[in-house]
Antibody
Framework: QVQLVESGGGVVQPGGSLRLSCAASGFTFSSFGMHWVRQAPGKGLECVAFIQYDESEKYYTDSVKGRFTISRDNSKNTLYLQINSLRAEDTAIYYC??????????????????WGKGTTVTVSS | DIQMTQSPSSLSASVGDRVTITCRAGQSIGSHLNWYQQKPGKAPKVLIFAASSLESGVPSRFSASGSGTEFSLTISSLQPEDFATYYCQQTYKTPPWTFGQGTKVEVK
């Protein structure tokens, strides 16, 4: 079945780094864009980064630009998020999600149709 | 960034009630609006995409409408498994896209 499994979270001191991974299975990973979405404790959802299926486009939310790097290895069916210079406000569950495109009314509509269970990043001294 | 505002932030309802949640975009986004359901300790799940299209496998008691800046999600007859938090998300133009702050549907 279609599945995404995140790993790599942990407790890190402010200023530290982590690399999150998202292993995909059950679909042709190399054909789909992928997202990282985070959720701080007790808070809502925030899109952090997006990478196109062929790495041709990458986008980041303003608060992580210059600190986070999204990448993928299509030969390993794996998505990554390198997070550097961690801050307390980066504490969150980090989800990876698969991009889905639907065509209707001569337009393209995007949404996230498959999500992993998340990996927790805690930034604390 | 396009701001998304949901109302109410929370509501109390009973099984069988009709429930409506609204979402307002800070600028016109056409029909580029999705709805997700999230239960405690779980990942979000898509219910509706393109403002009004029901995702495969989602019960027909869920429906949505709207375009431009005003959108709504309706649950026609609330079921026990529907108590959760609901998020709207705009996917207009390039990522990263933005979510509303969420609406928690609680037991009355």
């Amino acid at each position: 079945q279609v599945q995404l499994v995140e790993s790599g979270g942990g407790v890190v001191q402010p200023g530290g780094s982590l690399r999150l991974s998202c292993a995909a299975s059950g679909f042709t990973f190399s054909s789909f864009g992928m997202h990282w979405v985070r959720q701080a404790p007790g808070k809502g959802l925030e899109c952090v980064a997006f990478i196109q299926y062929d790495e041709s486009e990458k986008y980041y939310t303003d608060s992580v630009k210059g600190r986070f790097t999204i990448s993928r290895d299509n030969s390993k069916n794996t998505l990554y998020l390198q997070i550097n210079s961690l801050r307390a406000e980066d504490t969150a569950i980090y989800y990876c999600a698969k991009d889905r495109i639907s065509t209707s009314r001569d337009s393209y509509y995007y949404y996230m149709d498959v999500w992993g269970k998340g990996t927790t990043v805690t930034v604390s001294s | 960034d396009i701001q998304m505002t949901q109302s109410p932030s929370s509501l109390s309802a009973s099984v069988g009630d009709r429930v409506t949640i609204t979402c307002r975009a800070g600028q016109s986004i056409g029909s580029h609006l999705n709805w997700y359901q999230q239960k405690p300790g779980k990942a979000p799940k898509v219910l509706i995409f393109a403002a009004s299209s029901l995702e495969s496998g989602v019960p027909s008691r869920f429906s949505a409408s709207g375009s431009g800046t005003e959108f709504s999600l309706t649950i026609s007859s609330l079921q026990p498994e529907d108590f959760a938090t609901y998020y709207c998300q705009q996917t207009y133009k390039t990522p990263p896209w933005t979510f509303g702050q969420g609406t928690k549907v609680e037991v009355k």
